[in-house]
């Protein structure tokens, strides 16, 4: 979340960043949240007031009593209790306040970078770079949907036999190709300097504050009834909660993580004709980055993730281009975004397969993760992640651009993995 402090110095570049995300009513929700701290610190103030007060009083009390005024130790007793009842009212009144003001500042997203580009949605986002070459397949040419099924490596039926639809059961070949990714993935993550992690793919719900998926993205995701536990939309919460409320030492930055988990997403309201196969599912299965930087090397290291992810993509021999991501398509706890995209040539469209953020400090405020400087002040750290990569699209896009009259051919970088070169 924002820092009022931030929003108290600058509030004139709070506004323009929000205006870019398209919230016409920036100005007066920073009022607001400014009007509510002013409240805090007046209550705050009274009550540290009462409280000296009643503390200063009641060390006569004992005094009084020795030197034999006992009437006058009763009158301080009475006023000492009125303090108390006080001091009860403004610490009910200072956690409402409190709760009010947390509330409000959680429905504040991210100011964006200023790099990025004012805009209503995906069709705004800008195209920074296309790479590869878009395949000419045969005129015979099919949809992964209708690859999987003439393969048998992946069965959609079976899934929502036993769970639903957005399920999918991945077989034979097509279950190798899962584990291929996975382990391909995650040597690569590890040759770049990421400690693997594997966390639960549970968590509760101070885990969702802390990144923002909560109270943002509540509907999106899967709550275990009775229980404050949800399943996880993506590794990014689990690992970088794992930092929740530490604070690191400058000398011992950054902190760099990945994990491989399955991700699970009700994806409400998304379902159509644009979101057939793998283009989108209810559980798919993830690599994630992780980085935890100093604030003056952040967008350095945002670079460097984003071109590491464009690597995976030219070792999987996928066409692909980059996009910032404009206001209005930024997720709700970034400050700047790269898209990559692959191009599906059977579908003849992109599909979104990596999101690279930096979050600066809107994820470390909520987490309380900070770091020590050499004069051992404690300042926020900036948070970074990035796909790297979600299976699904990949998946698609690598059945659809490798198609032949004779099956489909495995990417060679992937070979070693899966033990074959062709899905025939």
């Known amino acids: 979340m924002l820092q009022v402090a931030n929003l108290r110095e600058d509030k004139a570049k709070a506004v323009k960043g929000l205006l870019k995300r398209n919230i016409e009513n920036a100005e007066s929700l920073i009022d607001g949240v400014i009007a509510l701290d002013d409240k805090r610190k007046a209550l705050q103030t009274e009550l540290d007031s009462v409280l000296a007060e009643s503390n200063q009083i009641s060390k006569s009390i004992g005094v009084l009593m020795k030197e034999g005024k006992k009437e006058e130790a009763e009158e301080v007793k009475a006023k000492t209790a009125e303090l108390k009842q006080r001091s009860k009212i403004l610490q009910e009144e200072s956690q409402e306040i409190e709760k009010e003001l947390m509330d409000s500042l959680y429905q504040i997203p991210n100011v964006p970078h ?20 878009k395949p000419e397949l045969y005129a015979g040419k099919k949809p992964h949907w209708d690859l999987i099924k003439d393969y048998d490596i992946i069965d959609f039926d079976l899934g929502i036999k036993i769970t639903g639809a957005g399920f999918p059961v991945y077989k034979g070949k097509g279950a190798k190709m899962q584990r291929a990714l ?17 966390p639960p793919v549970v968590v509760n719900e ?38 929740r409320d530490e604070i690191i030492n400058e000398e011992d930055l950054p902190i760099k993580l990945t994990a491989y988990t399955p991700c699970f997403r009700k994806e409400a309201g998304s379902w159509g004709a644009h979101v057939r196969g793998l283009n989108r599912l209810h559980q798919f299965d993830k690599v994630e980055i992780v980085q935890v930087q100093h604030p003056d090397k ?57 999101s690279v953020s930096n979050f600066e400090t809107y994820q470390s405020n909520r987490l309380k993760l900070r ?23 990949i998946l698609a896009a690598i059945l659809e651009n490798n198609q032949t009259e004779k099956g489909i051919r495995v990417p060679k970088v992937l070979q070693s993995y899966t033990g074959f070169e062709w899905i025939d």
């Open 298 to 354: 952040s967008y350095l290291a945002l670079e460097e993730m984003n071109k590491y992810i464009q690597s995976l993509l030219s070792k999987l021999e996928l066409p692909y281009r980059v996009l910032r991501l404009c206001g209005g398509d930024l997720g709700f706890t970034a400050a700047l975004t790269y898209d990559m995209e692959v191009w599906s040539a059977a579908q003849e469209k992109w599909l979104e397969v990596s």
């Open 371 to 393: 770091y020590k400087d050499a004069d051992k002040k404690k300042h926020l750290l900036h948070t970074l992640n990035g796909s790297a990569l979600a299976f699904p699209r």
């Open 206 to 243: 101070a885990s969702g504050i802390g990144t923002g998926q909560l109270p943002d993205k509540e509907g999106q995701m899967y709550h275990i009834e009775d229980t404050d536990l949800y399943l996880i939309p993506t590794a990014e919460v689990p690992i970088t909660n794992l930092l």
């Open 182 to 198: 996975l382990n391909f993935f995650l040597d690569e993550a590890e040759k770049q300097g990421f400690k693997e992690i594997q």
């Open 114 to 133: 200023e790099d990025v580009k004012k805009g209503k949605g995906e069709d705004d986002n800008e195209i920074l770079s296309e790479h590869g070459q």
